[in-house]
């Protein structure tokens, strides 16, 4: 395997998706270590390392990714693949080129004389009816006969019929589609460029049409790539809405398409279609002085679920409109609907009306209490911080800043804020109150956990306290809770921060850590993990290399039997 062919020898799920990463910009500081072995990090879930060793014509001898995939080659290894392709100079990979080649197309088509080719593009005409089609579109402004929008729509389904298999696109068609019906969107955007916005409407309006009725229901777009056609075909439409220059007669029935559209679920059903499309048609409807077409919407969904999203549209339309008596009236008719009711409190905020903006929070926060939605209620709690912060006072300011600060884990940002409040002599009584009040909690805990043998009140106290002992520097105490609870994954995760103070500590608590790693491996990913974690462990402390080979050594010999393992713990040296 090496850098030209290595797509042809791995799953397609696997290559696509390290494709994906790599267009993504996710392989980050790639670097050559030495000669032929190249390092990088992927971005993912989680930041990953991956090490390939390549040869001198672009061989790929070896690779290795510490992520937790089975699988002899990831995604994140393939996305390496990719970046490295593009980063070693091509004349190692591809073989020297003949002196003597075959003509260029340009070169060839300037010794074929015109009636030559005429010839030929009559002959493959009546072979090709695809080549047919596009030689008409192509030249259809010599023609106004041509019914142009057909002959777009004969193209579209055919592209579509093509990549489906008994009425279904799947997973990796997928991407083929979304691809060729690019190239129709293309030139609609060429369309544009040229203020040519019929040509450019009439394109997206068939891709549209065609993908949202006929694909989207019936096709695996796990990758989104069709999805992004359709809001690629939206997106031409909205530009074209947006124009100035475009002529009322069209954006009319570009008004008219829109409402015949939205009737159809599948805008609404699969994705964000609909209400990017609905944005489109609020706009126009304003622009067009519509506002019948537009509040029809409101009585087609009135006892449907998505009741919520057309208030809030037909609110923004009478805004819009300047019809501010019904939209007062709308407004005041939904205030259980949380937008509507922020709209009405970032009103009362920007008025400096806080009294006024509380109250309408509180009332919020009963009705989220009701429904039981956390998320509201964190929101409004977030809005009365705001508010706090504007009136200056100093009690709320602590209070939801301490709240969010330890809401759902640790929150830097909130705890600095909360510890910004204080003097340095307020704060030193603060901090210490913190901290044992956490104690206190773990104790309690640990009282109700007296059984349970899975539950660790070291842990506890680790998880708890580690992120305000980092926040504070003090990594004498971070210290002594790793101490308290040294396993294989504390210890990587905080040997960075700790690694100046107390290296020969952590030392002697990483060695039997992978030792217990290594009895528990039963993979070969599993093996190169912990390689790579020996790996990080010497270069951030050199100190422990000589322990790091005594480990090593262990497990080569308590485990001669397993070539996996002794081949990825070659890597140690």
């Not at 339309?317 to 407004?331: D, Q």
């Not at 990587?492 to 107390?502: E, F, P, S």
Request: charged letters at 30%; one cysteine or more; proline letters at 2%.
């Amino acid at each position: 395997m090496n850098l030209r062919n290595f797509h042809q020898q791995i799953s397609p799920i696997i290559l696509q998706r390290g494709k994906d990463y790599y267009n993504e910009g996710a392989v980050i500081n790639l670097e050559e270590e030495e000669n032929g072995l190249w390092n990088a990090d992927v971005e993912g879930s989680e930041v990953y390392t991956v090490e390939v060793q390549l040869g001198e014509s672009g061989e790929i001898d070896t690779f290795f990714c510490d992520c937790p995939h089975d699988a002899d080659v990831c995604k994140h290894i393939v996305a390496v693949f990719y970046e490295l392709k593009d980063a070693v100079k091509i004349i190692k990979l591809e073989p020297q080129k003949k002196k003597d080649h075959a003509l260029s197309f340009s070169e060839l088509m300037k010794k074929v004389g015109v009636s030559e080719l005429k010839e030929f593009v009559e002959l493959f005409a009546k072979s090709d009816k695809n080549f047919k089609n596009q030689f008409e579109l192509h030249f259809a402004y010599k023609d106004e006969k041509i019914d142009v929008e057909k002959k777009y729509t004969d193209l579209i389904k055919k592209v579509i019929r093509s990549t489906m298999s008994q009425g279904y696109v799947n997973y990796y068609s997928a991407g083929d589609l979304s691809g060729k019906i690019d190239n129709f969107l293309d030139k609609a955007q060429e369309a544009i460029e040229n203020q040519n916005f019929k040509d450019a409407v009439m394109i997206s309006r068939v891709a549209l049409k065609q993908l949202v009725e006929d694909v989207i229901p019936n096709a695996d777009d796990s990758n989104g790539d069709i999805g992004d056609t359709i809001s690629n075909a939206i997106s031409i439409l909205r530009i074209v809405a947006e124009s100035e220059f475009c002529a009322q007669e069209l954006k009319e029935n570009m008004h008219d398409f829109l409402a015949s559209e939205l009737a159809n679920d599948n805008y609404f059903d699969y994705g964000d279609f609909g209400d990017e499309c609905f944005e489109i048609f609020r706009y126009l409807s304003v622009q067009l002085k519509r506002p019948d077409a537009f509040l029809a919407f409101m009585e087609l969904w009135a006892d449907n679920y998505r009741a919520e999203y057309f208030i809030k549209q037909t609110i923004l339309f009478f805004k819009e409109t300047g019809n501010t008596i019904e939209a007062e009236k709308l407004i005041r008719q939904h205030m259980d609907i949380v937008e509507v009711r922020q709209g009405v409190v970032d009103e009362a905020i920007e008025r400096k009306e806080y009294a006024e903006a509380k109250e309408l929070i509180y009332q919020g926060i009963v009705l989220a209490q009701k429904r039981q939605h956390p998320g509201t209620i964190s929101e409004w709690q977030k809005t009365l911080l705001r508010i706090a912060g504007l009136e200056g006072d100093l009690v709320m300011q602590r209070h939801f800043n301490l709240l969010f600060a330890f809401d759902r884990g640790f929150n830097p940002e909130y705890y600095k804020n909360w510890k910004d409040t204080f003097q340095q002599t307020e704060w030193e009584v603060k901090f210490d109150g913190l901290i044992q009040k956490i104690v206190d909690e773990v104790e309690r805990e640990a009282e109700r956990h007296l059984n349970n043998h899975w539950w660790s009140k070291n842990n506890a106290l680790l998880n708890r306290l580690a992120p305000i002992y980092l926040q504070e520097k003090q990594f004498d105490k971070l210290y002594q809770l790793v101490e308290g609870y040294p396993s294989l994954e504390v210890l990587l995760n905080y040997m960075k921060y700790l690694a100046k103070d107390y290296q020969p500590e952590l030392i002697d608590l990483l060695y039997p850590a992978l030792l217990i790693a290594g009895d528990r491996a039963d993979s070969r990913s599993g093996y190169a993990r912990i390689a790579s974690y020996m790996i990080a462990v010497i270069k951030l402390m050199p100190a422990s290399r000589g322990r790091i080979l005594d480990a090593v050594q262990v497990l080569r010999t308590k485990y001669p039997r397993r070539p996996a393992m002794l081949d990825e713990l070659k890597a140690i040296k």
